[in-house]
């Protein structure tokens, strides 16, 4: 689409915002067109704290679904409304709520964290939330003796179990996105870029998080970028992440980590590339489609992700 196109759209969907008290919020992978029309971009932590203050009728998640099932959970009262209700998650999908619902039964004296990348079903088993950005804390935060079954994330898990000694038992799952990122391409582009800083999100396998001068969550990422006196960073998360950074950052440069083997091209989050200005506005002007959960399972879900908040 041309960026006259986008802005027609774009200014379209902020009539619309005013006229339905609407306030979209959206992750920093969606595309750069999407971010720049959203009142509110963060990362999964600072999304969901935000859906549980906000002051609309309507918000408009721009994203995938577990994100809008979590400010829905969070915001019961508002209309909720998810572009693309196919917009899925890998790691939410490894993990079905009938698979941890047995593997619980086998393990009863063990406290389920989970990360908030699950489905609704999920978090309502689940005894506490965390995101990437408060995982580490959470987990410091429970008894040294408390046995932890964590799921969906081995990767995270792996890098939590690593960072505080203990020994959870991880659920394998993982994203498949971050899954791509290989040390080998990092090696090359730590060769081309030697002043480079890497910087990892800790959803990629723990031999691309081990060359890490920084691992955290997208935000961590973001204002590690910006404390930094380093002037050259190689990115080892998703491909939208490249918007926000060099709008904040313009002097600094980025290179993104490409696929292995390939000389060009992102890794990016298919889900969240669904997304678009064209959806965000069809969504926003028949407030459809919009997410709805029962409440007896909303009630559930929300103890783990208010048991989160609260510990962040
Ligand atoms: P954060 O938003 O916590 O950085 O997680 C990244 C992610 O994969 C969201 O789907
Ligand atoms: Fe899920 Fe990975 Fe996409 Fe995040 S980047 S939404 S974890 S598939």
Redesign the pocket.
């Known amino acids: 689409m041309s960026s006259v196109e986008n802005s027609v759209l774009a200014e379209k969907i902020a009539a619309l915002k005013k006229e339905k008290r609407a306030i979209i919020l959206a992750?920093?992978?969606t595309d750069g067109a999407v971010q720049a029309v959203a009142d509110f971009v963060g990362?999964?932590?600072a999304l969901s704290q935000k859906a549980a203050g906000v002051d609309a009728d309507i918000i408009l998640f721009a994203g995938?679904r577990f994100m809008a099932e979590t400010a829905k959970v969070l915001s019961p009262d508002k209309k909720v409304l998810l572009p693309v209700v196919e917009a899925g998650?890998s790691l939410a999908d490894s993990c079905s709520a009938a698979d941890l619902a047995r593997v619980k039964a086998e393990y009863p004296d063990h406290l389920v964290v989970a990360y908030v990348?699950t489905s609704v079903e999920v978090k309502a088993l689940t005894d506490i939330c965390c995101?990437?950005?408060n995982a580490l804390k959470i987990v410091e935060g429970l008894p040294k003796e408390q046995k932890i079954l964590f799921v969906p994330d081995r990767n995270l898990g792996g890098y939590i179990n690593k960072c505080t000694g203990r020994e959870m038992k991880l659920w394998d799952g993982a994203?498949l996105v971050?899954e791509e990122f290989s040390a080998e391409a990092i090696e090359a582009l730590k060769k081309a870029h030697p002043q480079a800083k890497v910087v990892v999100?800790p959803?990629c396998r723990a031999e691309v998080v081990q060359l890490a001068d920084y691992a955290g969550?997208?935000?961590g990422i973001l204002s590690y970028c910006g404390e930094s006196e380093a002037e050259e960073f190689i990115v080892a998360t998703?491909s939208g992440i490249l918007y926000e950074m060099e709008n904040r950052y313009p002097t600094k440069r980025f290179y993104p980590v490409p696929k292995s083997g390939a000389c060009e091209g992102c890794i990016s989050c298919l889900d969240m590339k669904k997304v678009t200005l064209e959806n965000i506005y069809e969504t926003l002007l028949n407030e459809s489609p919009k997410v709805v959960i029962d409440e007896e399972m909303r009630v559930k879900a929300e103890k783990s992700i208010t048991r989160m908040l609260a510990g962040s």
């Open positions: 992750h920093y992978y990362d999964s932590l995938v998650c990348n995101t990437s950005s994203c971050h999100h959803e969550s997208t935000a998703e």
